[in-house]
């Protein structure tokens, strides 16, 4: 099988389908990433002004931000999370099944429950220490957030190739 074909479709090697994965990954952790500003920007106050994000954005548009008591914004920062983990979830359990990994190993309902539920436990690590950085150190927003999609890789991958799907 060419390398070509192993892109095509869900056949691929094991080097070639973690890079599948990573680009699946990269896709869903996009709209992650967009979800969470669009929110804590236009929906729920979550960024301070010294945020990175708010910096680089302040280059091209203005931008408006409340001052927050860091409780405030890592509850805000924590409940944008959860919006953006139900629509980045469902992208990438998508994508998921439709070029990384084979459905099958579980009636369907039993897989997207099981994808959710290993999300859902990533999510809530790394929401956790998302919040708990915000609150008990003042870390900004956005490295804050890193920290959590981080953990979230790391707990996904391993939990959706040897649990979850086929392989």
């Known amino acids: 099988m060419t390398l070509l074909e192993q892109f095509k479709g869900r056949e691929a090697g094991p080097l070639v389908q973690f890079i599948k994965y990573g680009i699946a990954g990269g896709a869903a952790t996009g709209v992650c990433i967009g979800t969470f500003y669009l929110m804590s920007i236009f929906v729920l106050d979550a960024l301070s002004e010294d945020d990175t994000v708010i910096k680089i954005l302040r280059h091209v548009v203005e931008i408006d931000i409340t001052p927050l008591a860091d409780g405030v914004r890592a509850r805000n920062a924590a409940i944008n999370n959860g919006v953006a983990f139900v629509v980045s979830n469902m992208v990438c359990y998508l994508i998921n099944i439709a070029w990384v990994f084979k459905p099958g190993r579980h009636h369907w309902l039993v897989e997207i429950g099981l994808f959710y539920l290993v999300s859902g436990v990533s999510f809530a690590l790394g ?8 609150a008990q150190f003042g870390v900004e927003t956005t490295l804050a957030f890193g920290c959590n999609l981080v953990t979230a890789l790391l707990i996904n991958y391993g939990m959706r190739k040897f649990v979850i799907f086929k392989g």
């Open 127 to 134: 929401t956790g220490l998302q919040t708990w950085l915000i």
